[in-house]
């Protein structure tokens, strides 16, 4: 509690710095506005998964779940900046790659879809050409957190924003969350409510809308993270958790929370290990993981991450393969019946563009 206030009363002290920052994200949005900065576009669907704020509200599995689909109807490809990797510039997935050469989640979506083209680089604008050099059969992209990547103009624009820090609520950095100006929440063409508490009624669906003040031609979904059966990091055997089980949870991602919520709801115990988000993992954080799990009962504690941290974990295979480390996988489900109406509105897009060029 005293650590949490500290933090806030820390960031207000910020507050000059906000404002600085806001003045230069209005001056790049004016600039665009007025054409002295302009965008591109390519003769291909690009659809973005962005945000306004800096944190996780659910853009890996957003993009996981457009994979799932789309992949049967068309020749997909990825492509984000690879964050945190070692490398820079344009590069695309292989069987060898490692998470420190094309980031943690693009690794994971190749691992998880191998016949989707992963590719990352920071100037997507250079990036594009480059990949649909290397995969010319490549019908849609999917571009990974370019929301503020202005030079490229998408076809489909999906805006996420978190129910417990909703973009309308929050402020600009340091003092808040917010990387880019809120009106230009205006410029999406689908507006999704992530991390949704899954009780969530018709008439707080009503006022999270009249909240964010959608436009006439823009569509607000809400949708509700699902967590399925953790399986083995190496093995990949399964393990449905129980409530007698004991759990100790390690995670480098910007916001476990929803993760610790269903845990405490699973589980008889956990303990937890957080560390930052995109974190690389030493031989001495395995150390000190594996002297936690020995904290837990004999015979009912197993260590549990996510399957961004899993793939920078893998590197100690040979250490983890004897210890019960399992995975748990996540994905969005839209809420309020409207999962058709949502996935209609991607597929629309895709074809009318096809239609027109």
């Not at 748990?328 to 074809?351: L, W």
Request: aromatic content about 12%; charged content about 25%.
């Amino acid at each position: 509690m005293f650590y949490t206030f500290f933090l806030r009363s820390f960031r207000l002290l910020l507050l000059p710095f906000s404002i600085l920052f806001w003045a230069i994200l209005y001056l790049r949005s004016f600039f665009y506005e007025k054409q002295w900065l302009r965008s591109v576009t390519f003769g291909i669907p690009l659809i973005t998964v962005g945000n306004l704020a800096v944190g996780g509200t659910g853009k890996s599995p957003m993009i996981e779940y457009l994979i799932e689909l789309l992949q049967q109807r068309y020749p997909l490809a990825t492509l984000s900046r690879g964050y945190r990797r070692r490398t820079k510039g344009y590069a695309f997935a292989k069987p060898d790659s490692t998470a420190l050469e094309i980031g943690d989640e693009p690794l994971m979506l190749y691992r998880k879809f191998p016949s989707v083209a992963v590719a990352v680089g920071e100037e997507r604008l250079l990036a594009i050409p480059e990949l649909l050099h290397d995969f010319p059969a490549t019908e849609v992209i999917l571009l990974d957190d370019a929301f503020q990547h202005r030079a490229i103009q998408a076809g489909l624009t999906i805006l996420l924003t978190e129910q417990s820090n909703l973009f309308s609520r929050d402020f600009y950095l340091p003092t808040g969350d917010l990387r880019d100006l809120k009106s230009r929440y205006k410029e999406a063409d689908i507006i999704i409510v992530t991390k949704c508490n899954p009780e969530l009624t018709l008439e707080q669906r009503y006022q999270i809308i009249d909240e964010l003040k959608p436009l006439p031609t823009q569509k607000v979904y809400f949708t509700k993270l699902v967590y399925g059966i953790p399986y083995h990091l190496i093995s990949k055997d399964s393990y449905p958790i129980s409530p007698e089980s004991e759990v100790l949870l390690v995670t480098g991602i910007s916001n476990p929370s929803p993760l610790k919520l269903w845990i405490e709801h699973q589980t008889a115990y956990y303990r937890q290990m957080q560390f930052r988000d995109h974190h690389i993992f030493t031989t001495d954080d395995l150390k000190d993981i594996q002297d936690e799990f020995k904290k837990l009962m004999p015979g009912k504690g197993i260590v549990l991450t996510t399957e961004k941290d899993a793939v920078r974990l893998e590197k100690f295979e040979k250490s983890i393969q004897s210890l019960p480390f399992y995975v748990v996988p996540v994905r969005h489900e839209i809420m309020f019946n409207e999962k058709e109406k949502f996935e209609r509105a991607v597929t629309d897009f895709i074809e009318n563009f096809q239609k027109q060029n």
